[in-house]
């Protein structure tokens, strides 16, 4: 009765083969392991290429483990990584709270482990390059200040992401912290949970809610290019400040368009280069210098992208 | 045995038609053959092979063997659309309408009237339906979907269905089991206007009456062979009936033990609206009292009234001397009550459980261990070994899965499985229908073993020979009342059939 | 008003009735909500569910469910992101409405060829269309802001017009054309249907497809409203399109198709997030909100089933 | 085949009948392929953590399966796993103290059954077909875990909550062993136990279990019930492997759970399937999910890869139902002429 299984083994040899190319590193050389939060997203897929180029730049053996949005899928990931001989662990959590089991089983393996932004968790991990997400809030806010002067009364929104994704609350709390600071009152606080349709929707929502809206900042860019949409077929483009986050490939080109005014430009992929060289000096047990050494933490730069600096947001 | 004439006013003419079930020989090379214009009776005790063969004509199954021929051109049907289109439509016993649709979209799905060639026209439909109604002489409304209309208004819509059809050759199958006096009158008028258009109608009843007020022609079956036929005229009610049962008729080995005196099972006055109207009955130990009728005439519905599957209008049932609560079958079996429903495959066996499991799934609460709950395979399979001995069911192993038993091997198991409780009452209906003889034989065997025991049983069957050689007493049923009372020797098969057919009352 | 005439009643009106309720309370609380752009907002936040809910009110009517319509959503804007520069934009949205039509065939056939149940089947064709979309356009929306016009659907006019074609088609279909009558046969009884000729897997290959068009259509509508050839639109849009057709008492036993309550329950769900929206109430409070608004649906449709039968 | 003389002996032969196992082929095969390509993957840690991982939603799925055999389906355990997970995460610091760990649990437990007995109540008193009372009341619980949390993660890790699911047993995860044990549990509670033989009874035909004198109202409370707490169980043992609990967790849990136990071999239709199968297809799932980053498959071919063998693997049984019964039918004959 093996036929009954045949489509399935066929599946499983089809798969074996069509992998086993470049899984095939040379077996003295060391594997970085480096799990991501999601490829669906493009701020990740940038992160990931900048690790896997400096990875292969220092000389080291690469595997990827894509999280796909799963805590349960990144606790699981991680441990495949060690399982799979990973000389060292870079992680950019989809739940930082949840790092605790992966931790323990890298130490158990004495490999070093080092965080790639959203958060540490509290975990004892090696080092955490962390983009500063209540500063690059402030920023946004600072934006508004310099474009509109001081609020009096003015009205703002924030479209804030899915309730769970903890370091984006952060941005919005920066956000507003400078706002209500200059005199801004910030009129709705909405979750479109890091959709781009549900950007659009509740966007069209918040302007019929307050029509005399002046800016509205997104915590994430796939959110901003759908409120940015609603802005235009209001045809308010002028009178609001569409702000994202990210400096995803999409929203830069909406900048260039004029629908949006700006977005916070983290640098992914210089992030992903800085965990590379951080894994490589820790493996080769040299001393990191830290910009907050109790937390052993490196901020990466924020930096406003606006139509002005466009350029600079090319990483 | 009728001679095939090859004329042209032959519409269909069927020769040497064989079909089988597992188990079952269902036609043995049957020749059947519909004039023009005439009304063609098929009678036959139940499961004489007369549905399978409509069947067979209306293209639901397919022929082992054997050839049709539609106005002598041989013809396949592969399906009952194709067998529409050469112009036959069958009317079958179980309806089969479309419950959310109205009689309206009912009549007309398939071949809708079309405005402008592509729209459905649905005032032409609804009038076409409300002529056809009309014309029938009957009030239904057309744009209600049938699942809201009585059972008797949706046999007269399937009617409807197919003589609006325009087909040549109509056949209906026990068109009347649902209607009331008035309706069959309707359906007169129609077959006799249907026959003046030269069209043919098959018509299949066990109501002799019926069969005596319309046909020209008549051909009678008895397990799965045709056995006689021709004019009407030729034949008498005596000599039908005589066909019907015709076996040799040896005489077969009557009951001689007494049934006992002692009243288990009292039915007063019970009654249905419209299934079955002022039954009463008493059922003493260790007796098995028939209850023969022909199809339709309220007799399952009584037993799973009795048993508490559907409830009854009036009257009271009492068990073992006490009255039972007509709450749902639970409280029926926890009165020692047992029953077998005559439908095997849907509301009897667990076709993909095993043959242990299905033997016993009515004493788990006594098996199982009193906290744990655990079933203890040991005892399980001692429960079925006890059985399986006196029944001598043959299976590959008790974890083979009861749907690949033959007809006979499932009843044993269900027989198995309701004994299993320790029923002193037992109702079993048609508990030989498809299973064959050897294991009939060992089935009433068994009958008569519980009777020895004390058992009762009601055995409701349309195997008149089976009444015969099991059975104290018999009841017979008509159009839901009780026509006939038979002591052991009143009993004969012409007997039965005659108040089954409504001739005249029997004596008790 | 007696029992009996109560629930005929409610079937034809209750929805109308809540609808009604829900606007006036909202007009009351909301000043805002008393404005022209609410009506806009409605129009343009729902015509997607709206579209895809007539695709599959045919679909359950005919005992068929789709759970693939989600991730197909995505495939399509994709499609028409990646072709927009080489057939320009008519082109490509012609050319992704084709894709979807044959994506749905290709469920259609899976269905009816290995005879797998509509919602285990499509339960695997969404991980196959997610996935393709993922890996035509790489992860990475394509956007198309620069594109002349590609806000074309996005106007109101447009959108309104779409909404009725697909509601006039649909109705057209489900009541004027004989095909009608034979989905709601098959939806209500396979056997009578194949009986009377009617060819049941043409019926589901039909279904299939439609369900697929009108999610093709809704993606068309999204990707010009935020101008992206997105790769992750449309997660958990099946279950609303499923949820707008339960709520609009469609009897899930098929044959009982109702056109006019999907659009309503599209209607009520728009209407209350909209208001939930302008009240700035939190997320949790609006999934609850609407939580228990199915709930009392659900059992309301379940007393009078209830009723029905003890009458 | 020859007839074992013993009951032990029929009983072996029924489990190793290799067409009832096919799954497990399906497993040794993938597992064998992978480790040929990349021999790190068939090291004992890496099985380990496989298996370890195939427990969450392994556990789910034994419930599951119950509830298809009954010939249902529960729509709502996704969202009920993110309100049990989320309310085991707010209880257990004033719960524990008092009844200890095996008691919250039980607590826990408790709880989804609850929630399974409304479900339950909805199908059988009010007559709601399953699949939507199952898909209301998923909006419902999800509402209900955000607002217990106030939409923010929780986050609980004291020791003994984080033993639950990190603790091992000479080495074996022990969220694996509980696996197993509710595996074992399962399998004897469908074939050994009366309300096992009930639920396969309604779902093979619900009016012949009727006129066997089953309660199927009682039986569909039970079955929703059992759901709950198997759904439960699993939400506790997430909750602690993730050292919290997310409202927002569990999405599309179900679809996932409902593709598992098909893949086992239980049909969709009621009335058969086997447990031990179901948890087969959770290890098969399992290892196809590690074994892509074992081979650096691309992240979005991953997808189709498993949309694709879902579909090959349903028409895989709807195929091997038919060539069994053919089979069988045509062995039942010859015995039959031969006797």
Known sequence: MMKTTGALAIVALVLATAGCGDSKSSSQQQIIGFSVYDMKYEFFQMMEKGTRERAKELGYGYQLHDQKSDELQMVSGCKSLINQGAAALIVSPIKPDALGAVVDAAQKAEIPVVINDIGGGGTPYHAIIISDNFGGGKLAGQYVVDKLGVGNGRNVAILKCEPSAIYAIRRGEGFKALMTSNGYTVVAELSAHSKTEEGYAKMKNVLAGTPDLVAVFCENDPMAVGAAQAVAEAGKTAQVLVIGFNADGVAIESIRAGTMAATVAQFPEQMGRISAELTDKLLKKQPLQFDDVSQREIFAPVKLITQENLSEASK | ?508 | MNEARFWRWWDRYGLLAILGVTVVALAAGQPRFRSWYTALNLLSTSAPVAIAGAGMTLAITCGVFDLSIGALLALVSVTIGVLVPHLGLTGAMVAGLAMGGAAGLVNGLIVTRLKIQAFIATLGTMLLWRGLALWISGGKDANLVHVPAVKVLAHWGWLALLVAGTYGLSALIYYRLPLGLRLRAVGSSATSAWASGVNVNAMTLFVFAYVALTASVAAAITTSQLAIGGCNLGVSFELEAITVVLLGGTALRGGLGNLGGTLLATALLGVMRIGLDLANVKDEYQRLAIGLLLLTALALDGVRRARKEAA | MNEPRTAFGRRVSAALDWRERSVFAALALLFLAVSAANPRFAALSNVLSILGDSAYIGIAAIGMTLCIIFGAFDLSIGALLALLSVASVTWAPHLQPVVGTAGFVIIVALAGAGCGLLNGALVAGLRIPAFIATLGMMYVYRGAAFMLSGGQDQRLDSAWFLSLANGDLAGVPVVFLVFVGLTVLGTLLLNRHPLGRRIQAVGNSPKAARAAGISVSRTTLAVFALVGVFTAIAGVLQASLLRGAQPGRGVEFELYVIATVVLGGTSLDGGKGSVINTAAAAVLLATLQCSFSFLAVNPYVQKIIVGGVLVAAFSMNYLRGQVEDWRKRRQQQRKEASV
Not at chain 2, 221 to 235: E, K, Q, S
Not at chain 2, 295 to 317: D, H, I, P, T
Not at chain 2, 448 to 477: F, K, W, Y
């Open chain 2, 1 to 508: 045995m009728t001679r095939t004439t090859t004329d042209e006013s032959l519409l269909v003419a069927a020769h040497g038609i064989r079909k089988s079930f597992p188990g079952v020989l269902a036609l043995d090379g049957v020749d059947f053959a519909v004039r023009a214009g005439r009304v063609h009776a098929v009678v036959g005790e139940n499961g004489a092979g007369k549905s399978t063969l409509m069947k067979v004509l209306g293209g639901v199954y397919q022929p082992d063997a054997g050839t049709v021929r539609v106005s002598g051109k041989p013809a396949q049907f592969r399906s009952p659309h194709e067998a529409i289109l050469a112009g036959i439509s069958v009317i079958y016993q179980e309806l089969d309408l479309a419950p959310h649709l109205t009689a309206a979209e009912n009549i007309h799905l398939g071949r809708e009237p079309r405005r402008y060639g592509v729209w459905t026209d649905r005032a032409s439909m609804a009038r076409a339906t409300a002529a056809l109604f009309e014309d029938m002489g009957m009030r239904i409304p057309v744009d209600v979907p049938v699942e809201q209309l009585a059972l008797a208004d949706r046999q007269m819509v399937e009617i409807a269905k197919a003589i609006s059809r325009q087909s040549q050759v109509i056949v209906m199958d026990e068109p009347t089991s649902s209607l009331t006096e008035h309706e069959v009158a309707v359906l007169y008028r129609i077959i006799r206007r249907l026959r003046e258009q030269g069209r043919a109608i098959v018509y299949i009843s066990h109501r002799l009456k019926e069969i005596f007020d319309l046909a020209d022609e008549i051909t009678v079956m008895r397990d799965g062979r045709v056995v006689g036929g021709g004019p009407l005229c030729d034949f008498d009610r005596k000599a039908i009936v005589r066909l019907m049962v015709g076996r040799d008729v040896q005489e077969n080995t009557r009951r001689t033990d007494q049934a006992g005196t002692e009243v288990v099972l009292r039915v007063q006055g019970l009654g249905l609206p419209g299934v079955f109207a002022d039954v009463s009955f008493d059922l003493h130990a260790g007796e098995t009292l028939g209850v023969c009728g022909l199809a339709g005439c309220g007799r399952e519905e009584l037993a799973r009234a009795v048993f508490g599957l559907c409830s009854y209008g009036c009257g009271s049932v009492d068990l073992l001397g006490q009255p039972l609560p007509a709450d749902g079958p639970q409280a029926a079996i926890r009165r020692k009550l047992g029953f077998l429903s005559e439908d095997r495959r849907s509301e009897g066996i667990f076709a993909q459980m095993s043959v242990r499991a299905n033997a016993t799934i009515m004493i788990l609460r006594r098996l199982a261990w009193r906290l744990v709950g655990w079933l203890p395979a040991a005892a399980e399979q001692a429960e079925l070994t006890r059985h399986t001995a006196s029944m001598q069911i043959r299976y590959a192993g008790p974890n083979q899965d009861v749907r690949l038993l033959s007809g006979g091997n499932q009843q044993k198991v269900l027989l198995a499985r309701v004994l299993a409780t320790g029923c002193r009452v037992l109702i079993l209906c048609e508990p030989t229908r498809g299973v064959d003889i050897g294991a009939k034989a060992e089935i009433y065997a068994l009958l008569r073993e519980l009777n020895r025991q004390g058992v009762a049983v009601l055995l409701i069957s349309s195997d008149l020979p089976e009444v015969l050689e099991v059975c104290h007493r018999t009841l017979v049923m008509y159009q839901g009342r009780l026509t006939g009372n038979l002591s052991r020797d009143a009993m004969s098969e012409e007997g039965i059939m005659q108040c089954a057919t409504g001739l005249m009352g029997g004596a008790a």
